[in-house]
């Protein structure tokens, strides 16, 4: 009997759901036949997607845009055969890449601001400032806490592919094991990541959940910094119990790179005014887009007056990003960034993401998956497990960063909605299980590139990532603490 309600109680929470997100029924000649979307046909396009993203992103190591399309298509076929028009699926399309537009303009600005604020000495003045904090007892603690503030910056990627490397040198001259040396850079550069108002993960998960990215950040900050205090006190614990070879050697390694910022770039605390102006809009709740408007202003207004840069070079670092000719192969790598067209990937992945999820929704879809499960999550608690381990599923069977953020998004968004659950919980939720969990894949994008430039394998490296293990289970414990204090059951 009890089985019984519960099928009947998931079949009516499916016919709600497909109601509300099927409002075109009827067409102009009459009234429009049943569509019931079943859990058969939505499953077909979920796999599909599956089976296409893992086959060319692992096994041919190709980019997930073109997979990304044909598993649209094998969805739209799917909504064709349910008994959707082109109409009704074009029209899904457009409202799911609608939400994300912002986020896109976001990301271009990112690009834009990168390229100035190198330009303008900024990020190279953090860079020096921070390489000058690190010793040899606290290696892995300054390590994580400097890549955390490279990343803010530059992102997560950027972040591992330039100092992550000299610091891999770093460690191992001084008989840090590199497993525990990469998991330090790798805690450090998701960390960043998803604090920051700069990356394309946060932004993407703003778009995803329709809200500000910077209210966004402003959520997830509490709760990241305190993983981060306690993956630092981890990190100090093991340093401390590791045998070292000096301080010598570390100012062995970082002179030359500290050398070769002084001497091509200004290197003073004025070159920090475009970051004190982000951190004042973000202070006076300034919208996102102003908000970097004025940064990118203020780092040409450095950049002018500081460096002696041009407008014509300002203007070229906005659109194709920072070029550095230092010399120095690997400030130069670390250098060259930013510009609008670095965004190009990171957007056409956002547009085609989305108008999956679009199509998936409209067509009922994502309903007919979750529907079935939704009636036995009763609490918030319960709620934020799913969500962090679909995130985390998603990491694993469709391998992208973007991917295990943007779907379970927009699948779960409209449940949260219905219980009354805030969306930026939901997004903190994302960033925790979607971004962070990303490099502990060996065969996601985000493990791919981490463990082939640091030259540590995923799996080696995990079990020290302290704080990327530590997030998503406090967002967990965090949901059932909420849970606990509720007086009855979501829903």
């Known amino acids: 009997m009890t089985q019984t309600t519960e099928t009947n109680d998931a079949d009516a929470h499916l016919e709600s759901r497909a109601s509300r997100s099927n409002p075109a029924r009827a067409s102009h000649d009459g009234p429009a036949r049943p569509r019931r979307t079943r859990f058969r046909q939505a499953f077909i396009s979920v796999a599909s997607m ?41 029209e899904g399309m457009v409202q799911g890449i609608v939400p994300s537009l912002e986020a896109i303009l976001i990301l271009l600005l990112i690009g834009m601001l990168v390229g ?17 904090i690190i010793s040899d007892r606290y290696f892995l603690a300054t390590t994580a806490l400097i890549c955390t503030i490279v990343s803010f910056a530059i992102g997560s990627w950027g972040t591992v592919g330039t100092v992550g490397i000299a610091f891999m040198g770093i460690g191992l001259a001084l008989g840090v094991p ?86 091509g770039f200004f290197i003073s605390p004025i070159c920090m005014a475009p970051m004190a102006v982000m951190v004042a809009c973000i202070v006076i709740k300034l919208p996102a887009i102003p908000s970097m408007l004025l940064g990118i202003i203020a780092g040409m207004l450095v950049a002018w007056g500081t460096q002696g840069t041009s407008l014509p070079l300002v203007i070229d670092a906005c659109f194709e990003g920072y070029l550095s000719h230092s010399g120095n192969e690997l400030i130069d790598s670390l250098l060259t960034a930013g510009g609008m067209m670095s965004m190009t990937n990171a957007v056409t992945i956002v547009l085609i993401a989305m108008a999956f999820g679009g199509l998936m929704e409209r067509t009922g879809q994502m309903q007919a998956l979750i529907g079935p499960f939704m009636p036995r999550i009763k609490t918030k608690g319960a709620m934020t497990a799913i969500a962090v381990a679909a995130c985390m599923g998603m990491n694993v069977v469709l391998p992208d960063q973007f991917l295990g953020i943007s779907v379970p998004g927009q ?11 805030s969306r930026l919980e939901l997004g903190r939720t994302l960033l925790a299980g979607g971004a962070v969990t990303s490099p502990l894949v060996p065969w996601n994008t985000c493990g791919i590139y981490c463990s082939s430039i640091l030259g540590v394998g995923a799996v080696a490296y995990s079990r020290y990532a302290f704080f990327c293990l530590a997030l998503p289970l406090m967002t967990v414990a965090l949901g059932y603490l909420h849970a606990a204090r509720e007086t009855g059951p979501i829903g």
């Open 50 to 90: 599956i089976v296409l993203i893992f086959t060319c992103v692992v096994g041919f190591g190709a980019e997930p845009q073109v997979p990304l399309v044909f598993g649209t298509l094998v969805a739209g076929l799917v909504a064709s055969w349910i008994g959707y028009s082109w109409d009704d699926m074009l």
């Open 116 to 132: 100035v604020w190198i330009a303008a000495g900024t990020v190279p003045t953090m860079i020096y400032y921070g390489l000058q």
């Open 178 to 263: 590199a497993p525990a040396v990469a998991g330090c850079i790798v805690s450090g550069a998701y960390c960043g990541e998803i604090i920051s108002p700069l990356s394309d993960a946060t932004n993407l998960t703003a778009g995803v959940i329709g809200r500000d990215v910077f209210d966004l950040m402003k959520k997830t900050l509490a709760l990241a910094l305190v993983a981060l205090a306690l993956t630092l006190a981890a990190y100090t614990t093991v340093g401390l119990s590791l045998g070292t070879q000096g301080t010598g050697q570390i100012a062995a390694n970082i002179q030359p790179i500290l050398n070769g910022l002084r001497e």
């Open 411 to 421: 699948m779960l968004g409209p449940e949260y909605d219905r219980r009354g659950i």
